[in-house]
Every structure is written in structure tokens, then in C-alpha cells.
């Protein structure tokens, strides 16, 4: 199973070419970017995503994915003001996905296969309206995305927009056949169990959020530090028809050795 990394990690710093060789050297064997704009200026196209593509290049890691954008800031700290595209006005949306369009015209210089998209944000409730803006969103970022290679994951998050349930309904109701899910194994605890959510996404898994949590919050702790089952989170994502990378994406610390955690995260899930 290939083991990836994504940039979240380092969410808090410019991402630069050193930072990226440390996860290399934890084990990843492929890369997802968090599209921050204080971590990766994904419209800074004539300098800052020219540096991190000479690297992808002369590297020969692959981009598996690129995390769409959340927030417009370029202080993650303050977070604001959401990016959103089940946002109840319109020239919201729109602007929501002029955002994540600036994202995924990274692949025209990284390539890319897959772009990890959220419904709404955290604790979104649902109504028909906000599913109705949310498929008219992903079938406007489909279209923008297809001809650049890239595939639209949705994203089960703590939201009622992005059950396993409403995903699933979603992708029947949309009939859009090229999307598909990133599962996050931490979200999946906090909202049911990994086991439930599975068995419902599973023959739409394309990608995957590997982090633990006691449960209790979001906390996106490496696995083994919360209470998740990885010995049956691992036999799980084996029986995906299309396995998925095991994909980590965890909250950085400071002073922490990243390459070090990483390496034993790899081993522990593994041996799982």
C-alpha cells in the first residue's frame, strides 16, 4: 500500500523544499498539499508554486492530491473567512469556488490526480438548498478540474452535509461517475465508527485521511495516540475495490521530529 503524507502537518510554515525532503525521509511515497495560502501561495504561480514544482520534478515524488482551500486568510491561525460552497448566498459560492479553481490550477505545473473537496464546514447542518448549492458547485469544480486531470474527492467530515449517509446519497443522486471519497478514518470515529462508514463508501474510496482521536474531538493525533481499532481500520481499506494510499494527515507540533513520528506511525500501521 502506498504510503503518503500531507502537508497539513507543516500547515503552520511556508512549505519549501527542505520541509518536503523530511517527509521523504519519514517514508512518504507520495505528497498531499494543503492548499493554505500562508503555507503554499497556489496563486503565487510565478514563484512560490514554481519552487515546490522543481522539487516535485527533479524529485520524482508524485502529487497525489492537493487539499482544496478552507479559509481565505494567509494567517491559518485566525481561519476566516470560510470557504464554502454551500454558502446561502450565491456571490459566496462563487467566489468560494474562484478559490479552490486558483488551487487546482496548480496541476497545470504539479500534476496532480486528486482534488479533496469539503461540503460545507464544520457542524454545517443540512437542507435541501445547501445540497442543492453543493451539486451545482461540484459539477462546476468537475468540469474545471477534468480537462487538468484531476478527480473531485468529497470528504466525510463532522458536519450533516458529509455523513457516510448523505455522501452516499450525493454521489447516487449527482450520477457524477469520476467523483469519489477520500475517507478520513479520524472523522469516521468521531461521527460513528470506521467500520459503519466504511462498509457504506467503500467502493468509492479513492484516497484516504489517516489520523486518530480519543473520540472527543478532532484532534488529527498519529495513529495509535487515540483509540481507534488500526488493526481493524487496516483489514478494512484492504477491501477497498480501489485501494487507496494510506494517506496521513496529522496536526503538527513545534519541535516535534516529523520524519521520526512518521517512520513509526508507517511501522506501527503495518504491523497492524
Same mark, same amino acid.
Not at 4 to 20: D, F, I, K, N, Q
Given at each position: 500500500?502506498? &504510503?503518503a503524507?500531507?502537508t497539513?502537518?507543516?500547515v503552520?510554515e511556508?512549505?519549501?523544499p527542505?520541509? *518536503?525532503?523530511?517527509?521523504?525521509?519519514?517514508g512518504?511515497?507520495? =505528497?498531499?498539499?494543503f492548499?493554505a495560502?500562508?503555507h503554499?501561495?497556489?496563486?503565487n504561480r510565478k514563484?512560490?508554486?514554481v519552487?515546490?514544482?522543481?522539487?516535485f520534478?527533479?524529485?520524482?515524488?508524485?502529487?497525489?492530491?492537493?487539499?482544496?482551500?478552507m479559509?481565505?486568510?494567509?494567517?491559518?491561525?485566525?481561519?476566516?473567512?470560510?470557504?464554502? =460552497?454551500?454558502?446561502?448566498e &450565491?456571490r &459566496?459560492?462563487?467566489?468560494?469556488?474562484?478559490?479552490?479553481?486558483? $488551487?487546482?490550477?496548480i $496541476?497545470?505545473?504539479?500534476?496532480?490526480?486528486?482534488l479533496?473537496?469539503?461540503?460545507?464546514?464544520?457542524?454545517?447542518?443540512f +437542507?435541501?438548498?445547501?445540497?442543492?448549492?453543493?451539486?451545482?458547485?461540484?459539477? %462546476? *469544480?468537475?468540469a474545471?478540474?477534468?480537462p487538468?486531470?484531476?478527480?473531485?474527492?468529497l470528504? +466525510?467530515i463532522?458536519?450533516d452535509?458529509?455523513?457516510?449517509?448523505?455522501?452516499l446519497?450525493?454521489?447516487?443522486?449527482?450520477h457524477f461517475?469520476?467523483?469519489?471519497?477520500c475517507?478520513?478514518?479520524?472523522?469516521a %470515529?468521531?461521527?460513528?465508527?470506521?467500520e459503519?462508514?466504511?462498509?457504506?463508501?467503500k &467502493?468509492?474510496?479513492?484516497?484516504?485521511?489517516? %489520523?486518530? +482521536?480519543?473520540?472527543?474531538?478532532?484532534?488529527h493525533?498519529?495513529?495509535?495516540?487515540?483509540?481507534?481499532d488500526?488493526?481493524?481500520?487496516?483489514?478494512?481499506l484492504?477491501?477497498?475495490?480501489?485501494?487507496?494510499?494510506l494517506?496521513?494527515?496529522?496536526?503538527?507540533?513545534e519541535?516535534?521530529d516529523?520524519?521520526?513520528?512518521m517512520?513509526?506511525?508507517?511501522?506501527r500501521?503495518?504491523?497492524?
Amino acid at each position: 500500500m502506498l &504510503k503518503a503524507m500531507s502537508t497539513y502537518v507543516y500547515v503552520r510554515e511556508r512549505l519549501h523544499p527542505g520541509l *518536503l525532503d523530511g517527509l521523504v525521509r519519514g517514508g512518504a511515497e507520495a =505528497i498531499e498539499i494543503f492548499a493554505a495560502r500562508g503555507h503554499l501561495d497556489y496563486a503565487n504561480r510565478k514563484q512560490h508554486v514554481v519552487e515546490i514544482a522543481n522539487w516535485f520534478r527533479t524529485s520524482g515524488i508524485p502529487l497525489n492530491s492537493v487539499h482544496s482551500p478552507m479559509y481565505l486568510d494567509y494567517d491559518w491561525e485566525r481561519r476566516t473567512p470560510p470557504i464554502n =460552497i454551500t454558502d446561502g448566498e &450565491k456571490r &459566496k459560492r462563487v467566489e468560494a469556488m474562484d478559490e479552490i479553481k486558483r $488551487a487546482i490550477e496548480i $496541476a497545470e505545473q504539479i500534476p496532480f490526480r486528486f482534488l479533496v473537496q469539503h461540503l460545507g464546514v464544520g457542524g454545517e447542518d443540512f +437542507n435541501d438548498k445547501k445540497l442543492d448549492a453543493a451539486m451545482t458547485c461540484v459539477e %462546476h *469544480l468537475r468540469a474545471f478540474a477534468k480537462p487538468l486531470g484531476v478527480t473531485i474527492l468529497l470528504e +466525510n467530515i463532522p458536519n450533516d452535509m458529509s455523513t457516510p449517509e448523505r455522501l452516499l446519497e450525493f454521489l447516487n443522486v449527482t450520477h457524477f461517475p469520476d467523483v469519489g471519497i477520500c475517507f478520513d478514518f479520524g472523522h469516521a %470515529h468521531l461521527m460513528s465508527s470506521v467500520e459503519e462508514a466504511f462498509a457504506l463508501l467503500k &467502493k468509492h474510496v479513492r484516497s484516504t485521511h489517516v %489520523h486518530d +482521536n480519543k473520540k472527543d474531538v478532532d484532534a488529527h493525533l498519529w495513529p495509535g495516540q487515540g483509540n481507534i481499532d488500526w488493526q481493524q481500520a487496516m483489514e478494512l481499506l484492504k477491501t477497498a475495490p480501489h485501494v487507496p494510499p494510506l494517506l496521513m494527515e496529522i496536526e503538527g507540533h513545534e519541535k516535534a521530529d516529523i520524519p521520526r513520528d512518521m517512520s513509526a506511525a508507517y511501522r506501527r500501521l503495518e504491523a497492524s
